[in-house]
C-alpha cells in the first residue's frame, strides 16, 4: 500500500469545477480534501491569473510510487492540459486548467519514498518554498514534516513562505468533497 499528498492546481477556465472533478475522480482513493486557497502566483511577480489552490491525501493498494505520477497525469490530461515543450529555464508557468504535483508518497513501512530522478523527484522538489503546498497540507496533516526540511508549521513561520503565507486566501465557501 502506498499513501501519497498531492498538490492541486488551477488558474485557468472554472478553477472550482477543475478542483472538484480531479477529487471525484480520485474516487476511492480519496482519503481527505484540505480546504481550498486562492493564492497569487509562484513565484512572486509571474503575471498569470490567480490560482485556486487545494491538497489531498490519497491511498492506492499496490505498491508502486510511480502510481502518483501517472494518477496526476491522467487527471491533468482529464482537464484538458497539453504539454507543451519543456519550459525553458526562468520562463514563466503557462496557466493551466490543473496542476497535479506528487508532493510525498509513504510505503507499506509507513516511511517517505526517496525517488531522485527527473522525472520523479520525491519529495517534491520544490514544496519546502511554496506557501500554496504547505498550507493547504496542513488542512489534513496538521503533523506533516517534509523529509530534509523538517516540520511544515515551521517553514511556514520562517522565510520565504511565511511572507507568501499571509498572501493566501481561504475559500470556506469552495468545499471539496472528503473521503468516505
Ligand atoms: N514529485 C513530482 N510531481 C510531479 N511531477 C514531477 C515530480 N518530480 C518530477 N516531476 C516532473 O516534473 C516535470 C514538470 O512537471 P510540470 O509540467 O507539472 O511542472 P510545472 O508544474 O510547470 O512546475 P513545477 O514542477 O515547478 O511544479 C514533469 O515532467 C514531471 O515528470
Ligand atoms: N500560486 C500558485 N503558483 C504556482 C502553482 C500553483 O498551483 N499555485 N503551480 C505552479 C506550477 O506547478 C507554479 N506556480
Known amino acids: 500500500m502506498t499513501r501519497a499528498v498531492l498538490s492541486l492546481g488551477s488558474n485557468l477556465g472554472d478553477r472550482y469545477a477543475e478542483l472538484c472533478a480531479a477529487v471525484a475522480a480520485l474516487d476511492d482513493e480519496l482519503l481527505v480534501a484540505s480546504g481550498v486557497y486562492e493564492t497569487p502566483p509562484w513565484p512572486p511577480g509571474e503575471q498569470v491569473p490567480p490560482y485556486l489552490n487545494a491538497a489531498v491525501l490519497v491511498c492506492d493498494q499496490g505498491d508502486d510510487p510511480y502510481h502518483w505520477l501517472r494518477r496526476a497525469r491522467e487527471l491533468e490530461a482529464a482537464a484538458g492540459r497539453t504539454r507543451s515543450e519543456a519550459r525553458p529555464p526562468g520562463a514563466p508557468h503557462e496557466p493551466r486548467p490543473l496542476d497535479v504535483d506528487v508532493v510525498m508518497v509513504w510505503g507499506a513501512d509507513d516511511q517517505p519514498v526517496v525517488a ?30 517534509l523529509p530534509g526540511h523538517g516540520w511544515v508549521t515551521d517553514l511556514m513561520r520562517t522565510e520565504p513562505v511565511a511572507g507568501e503565507v499571509t498572501q493566501l486566501s481561504p475559500r470556506p465557501e469552495l468545499p471539496l468533497q472528503s473521503g468516505a
Open 116 to 145: 531522485n530522478e527527473p522525472e520523479f523527484t520525491l519529495p517534491h522538489p520544490r514544496a519546502h518554498l511554496r506557501a500554496f503546498v504547505l498550507r493547504p497540507w496542513l488542512d489534513i496533516q496538521p503533523y506533516a514534516a
